[in-house]
């Protein structure tokens, strides 16, 4: 049986539209992909069995409510890898 979390692709494309916005001491793709994991581990999976099932999430996700869950996920999730990033980041001199 194949099944895909629809939440892993909402969330990958907002991080992708947000992350020149977001306040990071470092963007590199580790502390995105950090980023990346933290949020999906505090959002409720979306389970999906097709494509039709991906269109339909994504239809909801036009709901701005649910645009607006994810994306503070997302911010909370760069709060937290800034203060503990996975990698020790050099100071720019
Ligand atoms: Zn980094």
Same mark, same amino acid.
């Given at each position: 049986? #194949?099944?895909?979390?629809?939440?892993?692709?909402?969330?990958?494309? !907002?991080? %992708? %539209?947000?992350?020149?916005?977001?306040?990071?001491?470092? $963007?590199? %793709?580790?502390?995105?992909?950090?980023?990346?994991?933290?949020?999906? #581990?505090?959002?409720?999976? @979306?389970?999906?069995?097709?494509? #039709?099932?991906?269109?339909?999430?994504?239809?909801?996700?036009?709901?701005?409510?649910? @645009?607006?869950?994810?994306? %503070?996920?997302?911010? $909370?999730?760069?709060?937290?890898? !800034?203060?503990?990033? &996975?990698?020790?980041? $050099?100071? &720019?001199?």
């Amino acid at each position: 049986m #194949n099944v895909k979390n629809a939440m892993e692709i909402l969330v990958e494309e !907002a991080l %992708n %539209n947000y992350w020149s916005q977001l306040q990071l001491p470092c $963007k590199c %793709n580790i502390c995105k992909t950090d980023v990346y994991a933290i949020t999906l #581990n505090n959002l409720p999976p @979306r389970y999906i069995s097709n494509e #039709n099932g991906l269109a339909f999430v994504k239809a909801e996700n036009f709901d701005d409510q649910s @645009r607006v869950n994810i994306l %503070n996920q997302i911010v $909370k999730a760069t709060g937290v890898v !800034a203060v503990r990033p &996975s990698h020790e980041i $050099k100071p &720019s001199s």
